[in-house]
């Protein structure tokens, strides 16, 4: 029987272990298939604070898993394929095997949607990204554009606008999705221009390893044209991953963890950090910060059981 149970192993999964492990409640911490979450996507991280030159994403997290482990925190590899919250210990199986818990953090994160295109997945990190808070500093003065048609899509344009050259946006149709206010502003902004009907065919140059170029295809007409830019912000969504969850936890309309007071979820034990219960922010330190915040929830729900 563990005491506290942590699934996910990104910012938010490992700063909830060291906080509890600090706390003598030897964690133990599934990491899941995306050992170390979205950070490992990406490459140089400017905004986390303590390091003053940047760090790279993946080392952040290899740093932050060796200080969970550094107190006692246990990492094992695997994925939760079944979850039982109904009722004390909570009882969660891998595979053929299985754990029991007296507390639960849930930290599974969110995944960015992506397009599906090789070059997308290659030059993810080298000039393709999925947030501008994070990335759009690199692209000072320099063409880019984003896909989608959402208020994340026109959100991250106008905060891209700040640093870009140029700025265009391409919509799989020819009406946003986004609120009258997001588009007002876009459509506002001198710095942005939209591709309608226009999907994204390919980033080029895999082979030079950087982005320097879209391809868009038009939907209705089916041509293409190359547009010259050297960033590519995929802004289409994210899914939080929460299908573990469904029918047992509350969620809201976009399939979020609802949290109150603190990171309690509707089920007393359990607790949820990170982007799984936040698609405003969608910070590495503010998923730490809440995963510091679900470890000391965890920690006095358990003084209260004794
Ligand atoms: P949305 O699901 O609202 O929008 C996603 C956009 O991406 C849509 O325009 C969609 O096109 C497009 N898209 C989806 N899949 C593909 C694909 N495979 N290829 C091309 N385009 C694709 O997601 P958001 O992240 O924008 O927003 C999520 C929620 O968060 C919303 O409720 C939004 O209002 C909210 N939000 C609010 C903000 C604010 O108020 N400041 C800021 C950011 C988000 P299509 O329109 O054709 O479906």
Redo the contacts with the bound molecule.
């Keep these: 029987m563990r005491n506290v149970i942590i699934i996910g192993s990104g910012p938010a999964g490992l700063t909830a272990a060291l906080y509890a492990a600090r706390a003598n409640l030897a964690p133990l911490v599934i990491e899941g298939l995306e050992s170390g979450g979205q950070l490992m996507l990406t490459t140089m991280v400017e905004n986390f604070p303590g390091h003053r030159d940047g760090v790279m994403g993946p080392d952040l997290m290899t740093e932050m898993r060796a200080q969970a482990e550094r107190f006692g925190a246990e990492i094992m590899s695997g994925d939760v394929t079944a979850i039982e919250l109904g009722s004390q210990p909570f009882a969660l199986r891998l595979g053929d095997q299985e754990e029991q818990t007296k507390s639960l953090i849930v930290a599974t994160g969110a995944s960015a949607?992506l397009?599906g295109l090789a070059s997308e997945r290659t030059l993810m990190g080298h000039g393709v990204s999925t947030c501008a808070t994070c990335d759009g500093y690199f692209f000072r003065d320099k063409p880019i554009v984003v896909?989608?048609?959402?208020?994340?899509?026109l959100?991250e344009a106008i905060f891209l606008t700040k640093f870009a050259s140029q700025v265009t946006v391409l919509?799989?149709?020819d009406q946003?999705?986004?609120?009258k206010v997001?588009q007002d502003k876009a459509f506002a902004n001198p710095k942005i221009a939209f591709e309608w009907d226009t999907?994204l065919a390919e980033v080029k140059d895999v082979d030079l390893g950087v982005v320097t170029a879209a391809v868009l295809r038009n939907k209705k007409t089916g041509a293409t044209k190359e547009l010259p830019v050297e960033g590519v912000f995929i802004?289409?969504?994210?899914t939080p991953n929460t299908g573990l969850f469904k029918g047992q936890l509350d969620l809201d309309d976009?399939g979020y963890i609802v949290v109150g007071e603190g990171t309690r979820t509707n089920v007393p034990g359990v607790f949820a950090c990170g982007d799984v219960q936040d698609?405003v922010y969608r910070q590495a330190i503010t998923a730490a910060g809440t995963g510091c915040m679900a470890a000391i929830d965890a920690e006095r729900y358990l003084e209260g059981l004794e």
């Design positions: 949607r397009l896909i989608g048609g959402g208020d994340t899509a959100e919509h799989r149709r946003l999705r986004a609120s997001m999907e802004a289409i969504g994210h976009n698609h």
